[in-house]
């Protein structure tokens, strides 16, 4: 299945255009890369542009999603710098628990490319200044699905079930398939730690950063229900590290 987005304002301000606009960039992922997603405007360039003709160019499917990733960046109220400390801080936890340099470096990429569907929910939502309504959070709770089928459409299948699953929460009560526990694969909750910490360190409209100290002390009260007690462990090991720097 292949796929088009467009986004108010920026590719339309009245809702023919819009369709009209999604519907050009569906036709851009049927001619140029079939069963992908194209998005209408990405600094001004489709992910038809991005993405290369041979589905096996590794490399160019990386920097197609990662011109997305950037572009979600520049969306998010986070800041451009989240998603590079999330790949950053979950490579430097899976090391500390032992997974293999292929594993850490699939989750720097993972971290950034972990809020990839984001692309694809309304600005109204993701900068709404306050907490969201029931509906508007339905909306934003499908970015991880989202994420990881742009991921699957780009051949990076290896990192798709972990941003899949990074928000699923160590209870089972996370989404969107409510696992718990081991079921949730580890580097999914590898990534839920560091977004999370992260996200506690960043200023919000609705909140102001926290402490490292207080951040901390926020998911070590979760470890065992929101989080994996020992990535947490890991987590915060790592961050004493006087070597430690993102």
């Not at 229900?225 to 990535?231: E, N």
Request: net charge negative; with cysteine.
């Amino acid at each position: 299945m292949s796929g088009g987005i467009a986004g108010y304002p920026r590719d339309g301000d009245v809702p023919l255009t819009l369709v009209d606009r999604a519907d050009e960039a569906l036709y851009q992922a049927k001619r140029h890369a079939p069963g992908s997603v194209s998005v209408r405007s990405v600094d001004g360039v489709g992910l038809r542009a991005l993405v290369a003709d041979s589905p096996t160019d590794r490399a160019t499917r990386l920097q197609a999603a990662t011109n997305l990733a950037r572009a979600v960046d520049l969306r998010d109220a986070l800041g451009a710098s989240h998603s590079r400390s999330v790949g950053l801080l979950a490579a430097r936890i899976g090391a500390r628990l032992g997974c293999d340099a292929e594993t850490c470096e699939l989750l720097a990429l993972a971290g950034r490319l972990h809020d990839l569907g984001k692309v694809a929910i309304p600005d109204e939502i993701l900068e709404k200044p306050g907490p969201l309504a029931p509906d508007e959070r339905k909306v934003l709770e499908r970015h991880p699905a989202l994420g990881s089928n742009m991921l699957v459409s780009l051949g990076l299948g290896a990192v798709s079930g972990w941003v899949l699953h990074h928000h699923e929460r160590w209870d089972g009560t996370g989404y969107p398939e409510g696992l718990a526990g081991e079921a949730i694969p580890l580097p999914a909750r590898i990534l839920t730690a560091a977004d999370a910490f992260d996200a506690l360190i960043s200023d919000h409209a609705y909140r102001k950063r926290l402490s490292k100290t207080q951040a901390l002390a926020e998911l070590e009260r979760g470890a065992g229900t929101q989080f994996d007690p020992m990535v947490v462990e890991a987590l915060v090991t790592e961050l004493a590290d006087p070597e430690y720097n993102l």
